[in-house]
């Protein structure tokens, strides 16, 4: 196992600052894997210790965990090619020149306020979304936006006929034989987050696009535990090549940039980071909630990171930059 002793201190250096009430962590390493759990799951309206096997609010990790995931085995099987239009499949969509690619790499240029979002309906805010313009910045800048994926979720509705919750569970979620990944987790499994219009949310996203979209969401929305992650990172290390949903060829396209070199490096859908050393791509991911994954396949090594930084506040800015230092120390400390 890889020396991870700077990394492991600033994470739990979390806790004991009281950025994160608690944190799961885990260091994979070709066929090895640390796991911890320090500190506590909730600190309101109690105390209640952190558990193992305690299910997360993964956020955004939803885009590439889940919506991504049906796309690529699409891809896989020769239905998709992300050369096509998004106009193709959502004809009200009035921009003919945003392909599939453009969304998975968020330089679709797709940006703006859209006025009382969180009070709109979900009828009105998928409309909203529909329409909103193309800026200057299409294909020339990556600028990281959910809106993106909830039009993949639209996509993959109006290829099978589902919304993407209900597909990502039948094509994805279930044949990879994951208990514990789930758009409907049991609610006394998970983590809480924030505390909204006086409730604590246990169970139910944090994110309010996909309280209000539901089934339709494809960026935000699904809960999973460090168990199943570990066994989805292992097939995006390649340490496990049955498991995801498509060929370990395909897999490896994921660890390659698909932005032009004149725009931030960005892969279909994932972070990209750079080995220190030797300079080749490494995918990372994360949720506004506090959760990451960072992933090495050159090396077969990995981050996970599981914590409910929004609690019971979801104005938490000094995690940002700890989760920052992490990803840091993590990519030092795996290239020695």
């Not at 099978?160 to 990944?181: F, R, S, W």
């Not at 995690?319 to 920052?324: I, K, P, Q, T, W």
Request: charged share 20%; net charge positive; proline share 5%.
């Amino acid at each position: 196992m890889i020396d991870y002793s700077t990394t492991q201190h600033l994470i739990e250096s979390m806790v004991s600052q009281r950025i994160v009430p608690g944190v799961n962590y885990a260091f994979i390493n070709k066929n090895q894997a640390f796991t911890s759990t320090i500190g506590f799951a909730s600190l309101y309206p109690n105390k209640t210790q952190l558990s193992p096997f305690a299910e997360y609010d993964l956020a955004s990790l939803t885009k590439v965990l889940a919506t991504e995931n049906v796309l690529l085995k699409l891809y896989d099987q020769g239905k998709l090619s992300f050369n096509e239009p998004l106009q193709e499949f959502i004809p009200e969509f009035k921009d003919s020149r945003v392909r599939l690619f453009h969304l998975l790499t968020h330089t679709s240029g797709i940006r703006g306020w859209i006025p009382h979002r969180d009070e709109l309906n979900h009828d009105d805010l998928l409309k909203a979304i529909i329409h909103l313009p193309v800026t200057d910045e299409f294909n020339t800048k990556m600028r990281y936006a959910d809106t993106n994926f909830i039009l993949l979720g639209l996509v993959i509705k109006r290829i099978y006929g589902a919304p993407i919750q209900e597909v990502a569970t039948q094509e994805v979620l279930k044949p990879m034989g994951l208990k514990h990944t789930t758009f409907h987790p049991n609610k006394t499994d998970c983590i809480p987050t924030a505390i909204v219009e006086g409730k604590l949310l246990k169970g139910t996203p944090h994110d309010p696009k996909a309280r209000q979209l539901g089934a339709d969401c494809g960026s935000a929305g699904l809960f999973s535990n460090m168990t199943d992650l570990i066994k989805i990172s292992k097939g995006y290390l390649g340490l496990d090549r049955n498991i995801l949903p498509y060929s370990q060829e395909l897999v490896g396209k994921l660890f390659d940039n698909k932005n032009p070199h004149s725009v931030k490096a960005r892969s279909w859908g994932w972070d990209l980071r750079f080995d220190p050393k030797a300079n080749y791509p490494i995918i990372l991911h994360t949720g506004f909630t506090g959760t990451l994954i960072i992933l090495d396949r050159i090396k077969q090594s990995g981050l996970i990171l599981l914590t409910n930084r929004v609690h019971p506040s979801g104005h938490n800015l000094v995690f940002l930059a700890m989760r920052e230092k992490i990803i840091q120390s993590f990519l030092k400390e795996n290239a020695i």
